[in-house]
């Protein structure tokens, strides 16, 4: 957003490197692409939004040329493309809803805390948040409008991935977060909303954050792991269970 008040092309390839090494980290994040074309489009910048196009293609191709695009492309789309559907598409759109109250109820909160304050600042309710933007423009090129259209968009492409998993649903706080960050809502009604949630959260996290121990059939099973020749490779998609019982897994295949 810092681009939207000081528009250069060095910042579009900025946007555009970051964007390409999030989206090599985890094709997930794709739908960042969206924030980085929509603000520099604001600016009616078109050079600038072929450099950031540039540096995001430069960086998921030097991220991915070492170990070959192909392969690259098979492990990180094709393989999730071809994966058995976890739910379906109401299963998975109720999951990600789920989740979001269950382990983030705090920033749901203060999201719609500062939604609220977007919405009465419009209606000149309250002041005006002092900082520029192209506020003058199309409503699709505003920051608030922008922040909308990324977290619809990545929403959907989490419902659409049939290998949908919780903890995808992180993707979802970025664009939650900078809401937040771009009309901060009022301390006292945050923390006080925060505090009314606390308990539904640790509630929903208690499991996270104080895990149960094992029970009889996991401890055999990092027993067995434990019994193999010393040096001993093995394969898990619960790789705790690998390092707990001291072996070795190869990294190529390790789902972590």
Known sequence: FGY??????PRAVAAGALLGAAVAAKALAAPAALVVALLVLSR????DLAFAAAAAAVVM?????????????EQSVQYNR????LTSYPGAVTKALHTLVDRDPIVL????????????????????????SPAGG???????????????????LLVYEPAFWRPHVAFLIAPLALLV???????????????LVMPWYLSNVQVLLWPDSYNSEERAAVDALRALPRGS?????????????????DPYLADS
């Open 109 to 132: 909160v203060a999201a719609g805390l500062a939604v609220a304050m977007l919405v009465l600042a419009r209606l000149g309710w309250v002041r005006a948040a002092d900082r520029p």
């Open 82 to 85: 071809e994966a058995s559907r």
């Open 233 to 249: 490779l093995a394969i898990s998609d619960e790789p705790g269970f690998l390092w707990r019982g001291d072996r070795l897994t």
């Open 61 to 73: 191709l030097g991220a991915s040329v070492p170990w070959g695009i192909d392969r690259v492309w």
């Open 44 to 47: 009616r910048r078109p050079r």
């Open 138 to 156: 199309p409503v699709l090129f505003r920051p608030a409008s922008v922040l909308v259209v990324w977290l619809a968009v990545q929403f959907a």
């Open 181 to 195: 960050a771009l009309r901060p809502p009022p301390v006292v009604a945050l923390l006080v909303g925060a505090a």
């Open 4 to 9: 939207t008040q000081a528009p250069t092309s």
